[in-house]
């Protein structure tokens, strides 16, 4: 008993430790955001004399903010759509056909989480550029599909396969159709599940860097917040203390999101993990 209370106390020393570490860049990214340029240059870790609110009220007319956060909440959005809709549809219908066919597909599917997006990245900005899809909010939301598509099928497909056929079997007596089925029966059953992806992927989409700087960074009108935050960084300029203001209000939104929703990760992935 006291050997294993002593293990448990030393574990949350050392978790409690690791997220020190890790929380430490926000924490400079937050004070430098309240300082002045030259206390930014003259000491990165101490703690600003004067607090410089009036970068954030800079900023925030500088790179139009409600207009930036009006694209990324639309990229945002039609990206969730999509990947919640293509990934649970496909992974229920996998998971219900027993055949070779469907395994190889499955597996088909899954495996562009093996790829790394840089070795691609060329291919996909030529093709997004002979589709139409470059340099449009609702373009780049649709990009997200296919990237995003591949994990949410993965946690749908092992939820799915929990469920049981009877469930099918009895809608279908009743007279419903697949997608009756499907929607009426089946997704509200996904619910947790679902409610974790969302929140796993808002937090990818709302914060990514590289898609929107490829396919968008050309486009004032269609830049999100964090390509905002770059844009205080050049050859010739480096307001950094504006550069960490935007990155504060740009990724502020996906961690408040996060705080209040946590909990549904960790429930939709251990009911995952006892439906799979």
Not at 6 to 18: A, F, N, S
Not at 138 to 158: K, Q
Not at 225 to 247: I, K
Request: hydrophobic share 55%; aromatic share 14%.
């Amino acid at each position: 008993m006291k050997s294993s209370k002593t293990g448990r106390i030393l574990l949350e020393v050392v978790m409690v430790i690791l997220s020190l570490i890790f929380l430490y860049p926000l924490f400079l990214t937050i004070i430098n955001s309240l300082k002045n340029f030259s206390e930014v240059m003259t000491d990165v870790i101490a703690l600003p004399k004067v607090l410089a609110f009036e970068n954030y009220t800079y900023v925030w007319k500088f790179i139009n903010y409600p207009r930036l956060f009006l694209n990324n909440a639309v990229i945002t959005i039609l990206g969730l759509a999509g990947i919640v809709l293509i990934s649970s549809i496909a992974a229920y219908k996998l998971a219900r056909t027993k055949s070779k066919a469907s395994g190889i597909i499955y597996f088909l599917c899954i495996m562009p989480m093996l790829i790394p997006f840089q070795s691609i990245m060329l291919t996909v900005l030529q093709m997004a550029k002979n589709l139409h899809l470059a340099e449009s909010t609702w373009g780049l939301g649709i990009m997200y599909w296919g990237f995003g598509a591949p994990l949410a099928l993965f946690i749908y497909h092992g939820f799915v396969k929990g469920i049981p056929k009877e469930i099918d079997e009895s809608a279908t007596i009743d007279g419903a159709s697949g997608f009756r089925l499907f929607f009426s029966v089946i997704f509200p059953l996904l619910k947790s599940v679902t409610t974790t992806i969302i929140i796993i992927d808002v937090m990818w989409i709302w914060n990514d860097f590289l898609l929107p700087l490829l396919m968008v960074n050309g486009s004032p009108d269609t830049k999100t917040l964090t390509l905002a935050a770059y844009t205080f960084v050049g050859q010739y300029t480096s307001d950094w203390q504006y550069a960490m203001t935007a990155m504060v209000m740009a990724v502020l939104p996906s961690i408040i999101v996060f705080i209040f929703l946590q909990k549904y990760i960790v429930k939709g992935v251990v009911a995952g993990a006892v439906k799979g």
